[in-house]
T-cell receptor, first 113, second 117 residues
Framework: GQQLNQSPQSMFIQEGEDVSMNCTSS?????WLWYKQDPGEGPVLLIA?????ELTSNGRLTAQFGITRKDSFLNISASIPSDVGIYFC?????????????FGEGTQLTVNP | GAVVSQHPSRVICKSGTSVKIECRSL??????MFWYRQFPKQSLMLMAT?????????EQGVEKDKFLINHASLTLSTLTVTSAHPEDSSFYIC?????????????FGNGTRLTVT
């Protein structure tokens, strides 16, 4: 089956620093999604990417859909304490809302004030 | 924006009892909903795909008779954990996408923490 490798597994940074995490896949996805999950809550969508090569920003967050369709990265600039949480990448097989997601293992982000 | 509501948020039950978890799409219709299970410090693992008006599709290794799924309407899917045991204790999360929507991302409920004693 499809597998997503997400790295790094965890990060400890100082407030104000930039952060970068990425995901690679053994196969092609049509859509890449990035989610953030706080303890005891469901994942919240941060950015959705639909086209190979697409670069999309959402405030301090920037994500790119790799040109090969097998990878994606997420950057967070000028981190703040509320950025703490687990970040997951997810690849979607198809192009409609009925397509399943495959999740990466997650990146645990800790921001020290 | 799209909102997915999950209920209850927490449930504690005794071993051998059954527990029902509801997943609702609040402001959109979803023909397909997904049920995930998440153990501590791990990623989300897909359990089953819930299709409105038809049988759910279960992932390999997930017992369909233990995890009963009913998707009776375009806004509601339920997951029933039957004869729950302590090893079923986990965080269960549902997700849904807009009916017939192209390039619509999936939104998640807030999860249900199940503890079986």
């Amino acid at each position: 089956g499809q597998q997503l490798n997400q790295s790094p597994q965890s990060m400890f940074i100082q407030e104000g620093e930039d952060v970068s995490m990425n995901c690679t896949s053994s196969s092609i996805f049509n859509t890449w999604l990035w989610y953030k999950q706080d303890p005891g809550e469901g994942p919240v969508l941060l950015i959705a990417l639909y086209k190979a090569g697409e670069l999309t920003s959402n405030g301090r967050l920037t994500a790119q859909f790799g040109i090969t369709r097998k990878d994606s990265f997420l950057n967070i600039s000028a981190s703040i304490p509320s950025d703490v949480g687990i970040y997951f990448c997810a690849g979607q097989d198809g192009e409609t809302s009925g397509s399943r997601l495959t999740f990466g293992e997650g990146t645990q982000l800790t921001v020290n004030p | 924006g799209a909102v997915v509501s999950q209920h209850p948020s927490r449930v504690i039950c005794k071993s051998g009892t059954s527990v029902k978890i509801e997943c609702r799409s609040l402001d959109f219709q979803a023909t397909t909903m997904f049920w995930y299970r998440q153990f501590p410090k791990q990623s989300l693992m897909l359990m089953a795909t819930s299709n409105e008006g038809s049988k759910a599709t279960y992932e390999q290794g997930v017992e369909k008779d233990k995890f009963l799924i009913n998707h009776a309407s375009l806004t509601l899917s339920t997951l029933t954990v039957t004869s729950a045991h302590p090893e079923d204790s986990s965080f269960y999360i549902c997700s849904a996408g807009r009916l017939g929507s192209y390039n619509s991302p999936l939104h998640f409920g807030n999860g249900t923490r199940l503890t079986v004693t």
